[in-house]
Each structure stands twice: as structure tokens, then as C-alpha cells.
């Protein structure tokens, strides 16, 4: 089994920085991708960014240029730092990742509890 911890969301300004992070423990053999995906009250869980592990990323539209996501594949955690936030940032963030256990190699897709993020106008 695959357990991912959260932390670092809260509550923040519009135009505030928060930072996520999110470690990966139990039974990993490999990690394929890390990432972060978010929940808006009323709306569908959707895509935020990921980090593939030869460090190659993707983000949503609507936080290029303000997000960042990084990954310590040492140490099984990634991060999202979040900067110029806006209300519609606003949302519960879920850690993503996927990969393989150990011993028999099975694929896994994992996903943390969620941390709330809200961004006050």
C-alpha cells in the first residue's frame, strides 16, 4: 500500500503565496508521477500540475506562470508552490501519484486525503 501525507494548505489573501507538500511512504518501488489536482466547491476534480520522473512538467492554464511544482525523488515528496493567488484558486488540493509497489512490481494511483486551500478577496 501506497500513503500520501499533505501539508501546507490554509487560508490566504488574494495576491498571498502558499506552499504544498506531499510525501509518498509504504510499499514504493517506483514513482512515474507526482502531482496535484483540486476540487472547487460545486465543480469536478480537475488537473492543477504533475511532474513526471525525468523532471518534465505540466500544469493547468489557469495557474502557468503563478505555480510551481517541484519533486525530491529521494525523498518521495512533492511540492506546489502557489503564488499570486486568487479566490478561484480556492478549493480542496489532492496529491496524485502513481507508480509501482514492491516486491511484485504493481501499478499503483494514490491519493492523499486533500488539504484545503481558500483565497480571500
Known amino acids: 500500500q501506497v500513503q500520501l501525507v499533505e501539508s501546507g494548505g490554509g487560508l490566504v489573501q488574494a495576491g498571498g503565496s502558499l506552499r504544498l507538500s506531499c510525501v509518498a511512504s509504504?510499499?514504493?518501488?517506483?514513482?512515474?508521477?507526482m502531482g496535484w489536482y483540486r476540487q472547487a466547491p460545486g465543480k469536478q476534480r480537475e488537473l492543477v500540475a504533475t511532474i513526471i520522473s525525468g523532471g518534465t512538467t505540466n500544469y493547468a492554464d489557469s495557474v502557468k506562470g503563478r505555480f510551481t511544482i517541484s519533486r525530491d525523488s529521494a525523498k518521495n515528496t512533492v511540492s506546489l508552490q502557489m503564488n499570486s493567488l486568487t479566490p478561484e484558486d480556492t478549493g480542496v488540493y489532492y496529491c496524485?501519484?502513481?507508480?509501482?509497489?514492491?516486491?511484485?512490481?504493481?501499478?499503483?494511483?494514490?491519493w492523499g486525503q486533500g488539504t484545503q486551500v481558500t483565497v480571500s478577496s
Open positions: 496524485n501519484t502513481k507508480g509501482s509497489t514492491s516486491p511484485w512490481r504493481r501499478a499503483y494511483d494514490a
Open positions: 509504504g510499499s514504493i518501488a517506483s514513482i512515474s508521477v
